[in-house]
T-cell receptor
Framework: GQQVMQIPQYQHVQEGEDFTTYCNSSTTLSNIQWYKQRPGGHPVFLIQLVKSGEVKKQKRLTFQFGEAKKNSSLHITATQTTDVGTYFCAGWDNYGQNFVFGPGTRLSVLP | GAGVSQTPSNKVTEKGKYVELRCDPISGHTALYWYRQSLGQGPEFLIYFQGTGAADDSGLPNDRFFAVRPEGSVSTLKIQRTERGDSAVYLC????????????????FGPGTRLTVL
């Protein structure tokens, strides 16, 4: 079945440093969504990417969907302590059969 | 309503007991989803409803799990003969439009119910 992986599993950065998490799917994705979950909280939708090679920006966050639609990345510029949390990617496979979340990347930001 | 609500927020039960978890979606949202999230893991899809019907229940782990949405709004996830392995946070989400062959809509998650089976 479809598998979605994320690397790294954990990332500790100093405030002000950049951060990137990568999402890789074993199958081609129809689209991909990114969610953020704060410690003790629930997932909150960040963005959806649909087109091959698509790049979207939200302030300090940059999201990219790979040309082959099998991978995606989230890059945070100049991290802040408010960026702390776990970032999940989630995708719908190209056959419309499965909607799967990745295991997440947990980000810690040291002040 | 203002958002997705779930009750109870915490549920502790004994192995073998029956539990019901409730989800109140955002008013007007046709699609409702149940996920299970274990510590350190991403949400695991269980079932989703489009209106009153279960459009996809392929994620339910076994026949001890069942969910209903009789009037197309509130949903109840029912777990029979609970096992220790059922312990997790059960998340509910709703969206305006359902998942449909690659077309997805923003899912709004509730705060979850933390189930502990002793």
């Amino acid at each position: 079945g479809q598998q979605v992986m994320q690397i790294p599993q954990y990332q500790h950065v100093q405030e002000g440093e950049d951060f990137t998490t990568y999402c890789n799917s074993s199958t081609t994705l129809s689209n991909i969504q990114w969610y953020k979950q704060r410690p003790g909280g629930h997932p909150v939708f960040l963005i959806q990417l649909v087109k091959s090679g698509e790049v979207k920006k939200q302030k300090r966050l940059t999201f990219q969907f790979g040309e082959a639609k099998k991978n995606s990345s989230l890059h945070i510029t100049a991290t802040q302590t408010t960026d702390v949390g776990t970032y999940f990617c989630a995708g719908w496979d190209n056959y419309g059969q499965n909607f799967v979340f990745g295991p997440g990347t947990r980000l810690s930001v040291l002040p | 309503g203002a958002g997705v609500s779930q009750t109870p927020s915490n549920k502790v039960t004994e192995k073998g007991k029956y539990v019901e978890l409730r989800c109140d979606p955002i008013s007007g949202h046709t699609a409702l989803y149940w996920y299970r999230q274990s510590l350190g893991q991403g949400p695991e899809f269980l079932i989703y409803f489009q209106g009153t019907g279960a459009a996809d229940d392929s994620g339910l782990p076994n026949d001890r799990f069942f969910a209903v949405r009789p009037e197309g709004s509130v949903s109840t996830l029912k777990i029979q003969r609970t096992e220790r392995g059922d312990s997790a946070v059960y998340l509910c989400a709703s969206s305006s439009f359902p998942l449909a062959g690659g077309r997805t809509d923003t899912q709004y998650f509730g705060p979850g119910t933390r189930l502990t089976v002793l």
